[in-house]
């Protein structure tokens, strides 16, 4: 079955990203609160098993696709549910914010192996480090903004 494809946030889905955010082990509520057009999901409206927060991207506006002239990203959170995990979710989340992104940065946590295995496979690079970020520190990562075809 393919991953649920990823949309807009809308204000029914606000509970269930709440919900997923207690996953994390760093919790920022108030990030939740931002526009809706820097939160994608994927899932059933109001049930979403999955979200991506980024900051410096608007998702809701279509005008824009990656490359030179697009915004540069901060990629805040991304965050799927355990029993959707190694599905795809995170892949299509991720691949949805690169189409709209310029070069979109992220922090990651150094031991979390499955997510710098997916940012890597998306052509992140390891640019940095946060020793002050989440418990064990943190890799700053980059990818740069993708060429036009």
Request: charged share 25%.
């Amino acid at each position: 079955m393919p991953p649920p494809r990823p949309r807009l946030a809308t204000d029914a889905d606000r509970p269930a990203c709440r919900a997923l955010q207690s996953l994390l082990p760093a919790r920022a509520p108030t990030l939740l609160s931002a526009d809706l057009d820097a939160l994608l999901v994927a899932g059933p409206r109001g049930a979403p098993v999955g979200y991506l927060l980024a900051v410096g991207v608007r998702f809701g506006d279509t005008t824009r696709g990656s490359g030179d002239d697009s915004p540069a990203a901060h990629l805040v959170e991304l965050v799927v549910a355990p029993d959707a995990r190694r599905r795809g979710v995170g892949s299509a989340l991720l691949d949805a914010c690169l189409v709209q992104a310029g070069a979109v940065t992220t922090l990651v946590a150094r031991e979390n192996r499955p997510a710098i295995s997916l940012y890597r496979s998306r052509g992140f690079e390891r640019v940095g480090e946060r020793p002050d970020a989440f418990d064990s520190g943190a890799l700053l990562l980059r990818r740069p903004s993708a060429p036009r075809s």
